[in-house]
């Protein structure tokens, strides 16, 4: 089992700012990971819409007191949360496993996700476009 910290980017989609924690098993996929998400805040985007990013700085994860994380509590975002948010989301097709074993973030590395430390950083796409095209 996996506790993920995890953070909202924007609340457009009927979802309080903030962290919260998701508990997984790492076997499972990425995909499933946003379901839980959507189910645990009550989440009205489709998961489809959902895109899942690392909350990485540099070789360890983004600590929950960092700036740029209290930025985020209250529905801010900096500039290293855009640059988190301008690489490639998180592979719904890979298990949160592979996902950590490649990124590095595990306890053989001394990086497995932990407390006070935020592991996800999770952003809607098209869902607005989708809505005002209706």
């Known amino acids: 089992m996996v506790t993920l910290i995890c953070a909202l980017v924007g ?6 700012v903030g ?7 790492g076997s499972k996929l990425v995909g499933e990971l946003k379901v839980e998400i959507k ?3 009550s989440i009205a985007c489709p998961t489809r819409f959902m895109d899942l990013f690392l909350a990485k700085k540099g070789d360890a994860w983004l600590p929950s007191d960092d700036p740029a994380a209290r930025k ?3 529905g801010e975002i900096d500039e290293e949360i855009e640059q988190l ?5 998180v592979d719904p097709a ?8 490649i990124n590095r973030m595990t306890r053989r590395k001394r990086r497995a996700p932990k407390a006070v430390q935020i592991h996800i950083l999770v952003r809607f796409t098209l869902w607005k476009l989708e809505k005002a095209a209706r």
């Open 72 to 74: 985020l509590a209250k």
């Open 39 to 41: 189910e645990k805040e």
């Open 94 to 101: 890979k298990t949160i496993q592979e996902v950590l074993v």
């Open 11 to 16: 609340a457009e989609v009927g979802a309080e």
């Open 19 to 25: 962290a919260f924690h998701v508990d997984i098993d």
């Open 85 to 89: 948010l301008s690489g490639d989301p």
